[in-house]
């Protein structure tokens, strides 16, 4: 008998959608070595993150508490590495 499993959504937590909303705007991006999350201080991406977290919000979560995911989000991001040397 041939058995399937329901598959899982790929995003799995609210702030991994954040994140993802993050990336696709523009507004923060990967360390290329260590895979830390660093924003890339861009207001446009960032206006462009809250508006698409204001239309295309999860399933059961309010436009507000998805603006207010994303900006948690923004607030726990810097602007660099924490594991890479400062450049001198």
Partial sequence: MLMTKERRPAIRTLRGWAISV???????HECEEHGWAKD????HARERALELARHYHPVGLSPDDAVAEIRAVLDS???SCPECLPSD
């Fill in 22 to 28: 993050l990336q696709e705007a523009g507004a923060i």
């Fill in 77 to 79: 991001v810097g602007d």
């Fill in 40 to 43: 890339r201080t861009d207001p």
